[in-house]
Structures are given as structure tokens and as C-alpha cells.
């Protein structure tokens, strides 16, 4: 099994391909000093699964924009399974979503266009029903970058705390 440290990590996931919504990111969290995952490499194996998977399944805050320059197929199944877990009652990681409602003009699949965007319509609505307070749906991917931050600077305050949680908490002595 692949450990992830007990570092503060926050996965981006979501869409792929050509798309470069991740640099923005990264070149803020690397100023800001904030440890990020980032699953979209040059050279992807299937070896990679595995540690994807590992930080999809254990980041403490998941990103998954969903936007306009795909299909988004896999991303929205992506996204369902991770929402499954959001709704652990022992889990205590964040997710931020943002699923534009649009496609680019650059994606001519009649029947993929249609079925993406029924797909993002009811996956959008699904999450406002849930109503659970680890999940963020923002609008924008500079919202998303906005509330990762503020999630990641919380995440950081609670890290002398945690120890007590009783998610975490080993036994011992209590006085």
C-alpha cells in the first residue's frame, strides 16, 4: 500500500486532457507553501492508478472542476465515487466542486454533448440535495481556488487537535 504523509495534501482532480485549469493552482499553493497532488502527468502508466487512487481516497480536500473543455464523462463518475465517501459518516475530508453547466464550441459528438450535459445538470442537482458540510459547490475555478485555501489554512489550524479526535484518538492515559 502506498502511504501518503500525514502532511495536509489537497488532490486535484477532475478534468484532464489539454486542459490547464491546474496551473493557476499550482503556482499559487507552491507560493503559499501548500502541499497539492496533481494526477495529470506527461507520461501517465497504469501504476499511477494506485497512487492516484490513494490520494483520491485520502487527501483531506479533493478539487474536482469539471469544466467545459471535455465531455467530463470520467470526471463525473470520478466525482460520484468520491462523493461516496464524503458521505462516511467518520469522514472528515473536504470536497470542492465546480461543474460548468456549458461546452466548448470545439466538441462536436452530437450525442456526447447532449449526454454531458444532462449528466452535469442531474450530478449538480444530486449534490445540492445531499446538503452534507464538507461538500462546496462553487461557480468559478478562482471560487475554487478561494475556498481551497481558506479549507487548507483550517485544515492546518486543527493539526494539534486532531491527536483528541476520536476518529484518531489511540487509547492510552487521559490524564
Known amino acids: 500500500m502506498i502511504e501518503i ?6 488532490g486535484l482532480f477532475g478534468t484532464c486532457g489539454n486542459s490547464n485549469w491546474r496551473d493557476k493552482f499550482i503556482k ?6 501548500i502541499n497539492y497532488y496533481n494526477p495529470q502527468v506527461e507520461n501517465w502508466n497504469p501504476k499511477l492508478a494506485v497512487v492516484e487512487a490513494e490520494h483520491l481516497a485520502k487527501d483531506q480536500i479533493i478539487l474536482f472542476p469539471i ?5 467530463g464523462t470520467g470526471s463525473l463518475s470520478e466525482l460520484g465515487f468520491s462523493i461516496l465517501n464524503a458521505i462516511k459518516l ?5 470536497f470542492v466542486v465546480m461543474i460548468d453547466d456549458y461546452l466548448d464550441d470545439s466538441l462536436q459528438n452530437k450525442e456526447l454533448i447532449s449526454e454531458s450535459l444532462r449528466s ?7 449534490l445540492l440535495k445531499l446538503n452534507l458540510s464538507n461538500i462546496y ?3 468559478t475555478l478562482d471560487e ?4 481551497s485555501i481558506i479549507l487548507y489554512n483550517i485544515e492546518k489550524l486543527k493539526l ?10 489511540k487509547g492510552g492515559d487521559t490524564k
Open 137 to 139: 459547490l462553487v461557480n
Open 160 to 169: 494539534p487537535i486532531n491527536k483528541y479526535n476520536l476518529t484518531n484518538y
Open 28 to 33: 499559487e499553493y507552491d507560493k503559499l507553501n
Open 67 to 71: 469544466t467545459y473543455e471535455t465531455y
Open 90 to 94: 467518520d469522514n472528515k475530508r473536504n
Open 5 to 10: 504523509d500525514n502532511e495536509i495534501t489537497i
Open 120 to 126: 452535469r445538470k442531474l450530478v449538480k442537482q444530486h
Open 144 to 147: 475554487m481556488l478561494q475556498v
